[in-house]
């Protein structure tokens, strides 16, 4: 769902893009259009903005689709500077995006991490890291008795970790999981679809990652020809990072 490419063609009704612009975009792989496994990406205005400064194409391209993501989420969080704010799955990219944005907002971010993953984590700015796995929730009671005010679920444990969230705060879910009524906990459902044109949170994106506020993170850069062998990869877990794929 997202990709980074030069301009070598403009629409008739288009203006303020020109041919060798360089460009990160998100794109849908819905319908006709496809998504971005592709050479030559269609893009309508407003789904996507100059790349970085001082960024590469490849970096570009892992920013995006997480990154509007991780934006969405802090929407949909509704939180406040001081509130507090806790992520599973901070390891992984979107997990990434989402603490690095958070401590920019000001927000106390409690982040897991496998021991082998602490000094990534750390380096995000988190307040706090706890050990991830079934222990998170009790970890972050241990820290925030009452419980957080929303919870990022990246890594997708749902009823493992809800316990972390106070009565009446957020709980975020990544992959549609409408959660289980508890405790006047609003559930949200975390939908990058519906930001196909978000041109304004791009160019948010963009000044973070030339501020240094979010850091691109390439796993490895592979030529397409070798797409399934990094979709194996991926699903095996442990990757760091995205693939990205050349053509
Ligand atoms: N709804 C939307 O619009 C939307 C948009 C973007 C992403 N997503 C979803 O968000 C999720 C995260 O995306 P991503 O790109 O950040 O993936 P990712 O890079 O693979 O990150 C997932 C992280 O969660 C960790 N994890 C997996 N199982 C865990 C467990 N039981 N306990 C603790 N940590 C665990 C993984 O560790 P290991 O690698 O060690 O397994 C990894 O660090 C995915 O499910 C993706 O589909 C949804």
């Given at each position: 769902?997202?990709?980074?490419?030069?301009?070598?063609?403009?629409?008739?009704?288009?203006?303020?893009?020109?041919?060798?612009?360089?460009?990160?975009?998100?794109?849908?792989?819905?319908?006709?259009?496809?998504?971005?496994?592709?050479?030559?990406?269609?893009?309508?205005?407003?789904?996507?903005?100059?790349?970085?400064?001082?960024?590469?194409?490849?970096?570009?391209?892992?920013?995006?689709?997480?990154?509007?993501?991780?934006?969405?989420?802090?929407?949909?969080?509704?939180?406040?500077?001081?509130?507090?704010?806790?992520?599973t799955?901070?390891?992984?990219?979107?997990?990434?995006?989402?603490?690095?944005?958070?401590?920019?907002?000001?927000?106390?971010v409690?982040?897991?991490?496998?021991?082998?993953?602490e000094?990534?984590?750390?380096?995000?700015?988190?307040?706090?890291?706890?050990?991830r796995?079934?222990?998170?929730?009790?970890?972050?009671?241990?820290?925030?008795?009452?419980?957080?005010?929303?919870?990022?679920?990246?890594?997708?444990q749902?009823?493992?970790?809800?316990?972390?969230?106070?009565d009446?705060?957020?709980?975020?879910?990544?992959r549609?999981?409408?959660g289980?009524g508890?405790?006047?906990?609003?559930?949200?459902q975390?939908?990058?679809?519906?930001?196909y044109?978000?041109?304004?949170?791009?160019?948010q994106?963009?000044h973070?990652?030339?501020?240094?506020?979010l850091?691109p993170?390439?796993?490895?850069?592979?030529?397409?020809?070798?797409?399934?062998?990094?979709h194996?990869?991926?699903?095996?877990?442990?990757?760091?990072?995205?693939?990205?794929?050349?053509?």
């Amino acid at each position: 769902m997202d990709a980074a490419g030069v301009i070598d063609e403009v629409g008739p009704d288009v203006t303020g893009w020109s041919v060798g612009d360089e460009v990160m975009a998100i794109a849908l792989p819905l319908s006709t259009h496809g998504g971005a496994y592709v050479q030559e990406l269609v893009a309508p205005v407003g789904s996507f903005t100059r790349v970085p400064r001082g960024t590469s194409l490849l970096a570009a391209s892992t920013v995006p689709m997480n990154g509007l993501t991780a934006l969405q989420i802090l929407s949909l969080a509704g939180l406040s500077r001081g509130d507090t704010l806790a992520v599973t799955g901070a390891a992984g990219l979107l997990g990434n995006y989402v603490v690095q944005l958070a401590v920019a907002a000001g927000l106390t971010v409690i982040a897991d991490a496998a021991p082998a993953d602490e000094a990534l984590v750390r380096s995000l700015g988190p307040a706090h890291i706890v050990p991830r796995g079934d222990g998170f929730a009790a970890a972050v009671r241990e820290l925030v008795p009452g419980g957080v005010d929303a919870l990022a679920d990246a890594a997708v444990q749902r009823s493992v970790v809800v316990d972390a969230v106070r009565d009446g705060g957020v709980f975020l879910d990544v992959r549609g999981w409408s959660g289980d009524g508890s405790r006047g906990i609003r559930f949200e459902q975390v939908a990058v679809f519906s930001e196909y044109r978000s041109f304004d949170k791009l160019e948010q994106l963009r000044h973070a990652v030339e501020s240094g506020t979010l850091t691109p993170r390439v796993a490895e850069v592979l030529p397409a020809s070798r797409a399934a062998e990094a979709h194996e990869r991926l699903e095996a877990g442990g990757t760091r990072g995205r693939f990205v794929l050349t053509w």
